[in-house]
């Protein structure tokens, strides 16, 4: 069901490309994550889909995260915890320009899927045992997303924006990034 929806959405944003205002834009961000988890880390993601454009002032973007291998050493038998996540997030907002055609504030909201994966490497077993069965857990969160764009020219703009995910994946995120427009 949930794949028949993206498809749906999808293809509505296909169907009104020529609409005057509509566009489409590859997006690509780099972004340093802070995880309110029981500890504090910092580590980073990347994100890399589009952007379509209803209208001058409505968007929407759909993209996929992936967030690196991230370790952390502790002392034996466990030795040293992998992690990593990825997922995806549909996101719909508003945009208004600030000075001009140069800077345009962004505002958002969204739903993101994301599975998180981690396992363990131990020292003190045999090299065939030392990787054991990861764990896997799969969330659904909404999410809230502001930020500022730059355009540096009509097919290149410069993103950067903060991304708060709520629920299980309390995640804080400072993003920078560029969109190149497709037609």
Same mark, same amino acid.
């Given at each position: 069901?949930?794949?028949?929806?993206? +498809?749906?959405?999808?293809?509505?944003?296909?169907?009104?490309?020529?609409?005057?205002?509509?566009?489409?834009? #590859?997006?690509?961000?780099?972004?340093?994550?802070?995880?309110? %988890?029981?500890? /504090?880390?910092?580590?980073?993601?990347?994100?890399? =889909?589009?952007?379509?454009?209803?209208?001058?002032?409505?968007?929407?973007? !759909?993209?996929?995260?992936?967030?690196?291998?991230?370790?952390?050493?502790?002392?034996?038998?466990?030795?040293?915890?992998?992690? /990593?996540?990825?997922?995806?997030?549909?996101?719909? =907002?508003?945009?208004?320009?600030?000075? #001009? @055609?140069?800077?345009? !504030?962004?505002? %958002?909201? =969204?739903? %993101?899927?994301?599975?998180?994966?981690?396992?363990?490497?131990?020292? @003190?077993?045999?090299?065939?045992?030392?990787?054991?069965?990861?764990?896997?857990?799969? /969330?659904?969160?909404?999410?809230?997303?502001?930020?500022?764009?730059?355009? +540096?020219?009509?097919?290149?703009?410069?993103?950067? =924006? +903060?991304?708060?995910? $709520? #629920?299980?994946?309390?995640? !804080?995120?400072?993003?920078? #990034?560029?969109?190149?427009?497709? $037609?």
């Amino acid at each position: 069901m949930k794949k028949y929806l993206v +498809l749906f959405v999808f293809l509505i944003m296909v169907g009104s490309l020529r609409a005057e205002y509509s566009k489409l834009n #590859g997006i690509f961000y780099f972004g340093i994550d802070k995880w309110y %988890g029981s500890r /504090y880390y910092l580590f980073y993601e990347v994100q890399g =889909g589009i952007e379509y454009r209803f209208s001058e002032k409505l968007f929407g973007e !759909f993209y996929y995260v992936a967030m690196p291998n991230y370790q952390k050493e502790y002392s034996p038998p466990k030795d040293i915890r992998n992690s /990593y996540a990825e997922g995806a997030e549909l996101l719909f =907002g508003y945009k208004q320009k600030l000075k #001009g @055609d140069k800077w345009i !504030f962004i505002g %958002g909201a =969204g739903v %993101g899927y994301q599975r998180y994966v981690q396992f363990w490497s131990y020292s @003190d077993v045999p090299v065939a045992q030392a990787n054991y069965y990861p764990e896997k857990e799969d /969330y659904l969160y909404p999410l809230f997303k502001v930020g500022l764009e730059n355009k +540096l020219s009509e097919r290149i703009i410069l993103s950067y =924006g +903060l991304l708060k995910r $709520f #629920g299980k994946v309390e995640h !804080f995120v400072i993003l920078a #990034g560029i969109k190149v427009s497709l $037609f």
